[in-house]
């Protein structure tokens, strides 16, 4: 039988509050923002056998086009249009998430682009290149920050040239150059590459 100052005690630990459980949660990372594309307009399918303009994911280099279902050449769509929220006149803030481009196709184009001539008998790629905009951090990069230009700058250079390689892959019958185009004539670069058709 428990003696008298056992039961004390142990009233007394019955009383004491409890003390607090401290638990360290990790909270695991937010999801990236979602990729709103519109997938009524626009297709995963590269394709070469018409003009287009087209979107590519930076995050898993994922290429969207557009489709042809518009009253107007797939090539003259707005690429807002591609994403949900976005229209012919009116942008989306998800679009600066993606490296925009063009699919020309033979006789799809004409004039010069920022006054340099552009061989429309043949195929073009022209892709989107801004020197000031970082797409993985979403931020804009002031012109006095050399180094992280000139690190966009090679980043899209590289993103541009596997955009050019997926559609080469598509064999087209046609010769296809690609381009990269930016705000400037000065930041643009002309026939970085070129290859010959495939033949039908």
């Keep these: 039988?428990?003696?008298l100052d056992q039961l004390s005690k142990a009233r007394r630990l019955r009383r004491s509050p409890t003390p607090a459980l401290r638990v360290s949660i990790s909270m695991p990372d937010l999801p990236r923002t979602h990729r709103r594309i519109d997938t009524r307009f626009s297709s995963d399918k590269i394709r070469v056998d018409y003009a287009h303009v087209g979107l590519m994911d930076v995050?898993?280099?994922k290429i969207w086009i557009a489709r042809k279902r518009w009253g107007v050449l797939p090539v003259r769509v707005s690429h807002a249009r591609l994403l949900m929220g976005g229209g012919q006149d009116t942008s989306?803030?998800?679009k600066d998430r993606f490296l925009c481009f063009w699919y020309h196709?033979?006789?799809?184009g004409e004039g010069f682009v920022h006054g340099y001539p552009i061989e429309w008998d043949e195929g073009h790629l022209l892709v989107r290149l801004d020197p000031n905009w970082?797409?993985?951090s979403q931020k804009f990069v002031p012109n006095t920050e050399t180094a992280k230009?000139?690190?966009n700058i090679e980043?899209?250079?590289r993103w541009g040239k596997y955009i050019f390689e997926s559609y080469v892959a598509k064999h087209p019958g046609n010769p296809l150059s690609w381009?990269?185009?930016g705000p400037r004539p000065a930041d643009s670069l002309f026939y970085i590459q070129r290859v010959e058709g495939f033949g039908q």
């Design 134 to 136: 970082n797409y993985h």
């Design 59 to 61: 995050t898993d280099r």
């Design 155 to 157: 980043q899209q250079y």
């Design 179 to 181: 381009h990269l185009i």
């Design 105 to 108: 196709t033979p006789g799809s």
């Design 92 to 94: 989306t803030a998800d």
């Design 1 to 3: 039988m428990p003696s």
């Design 149 to 151: 230009i000139e690190a």
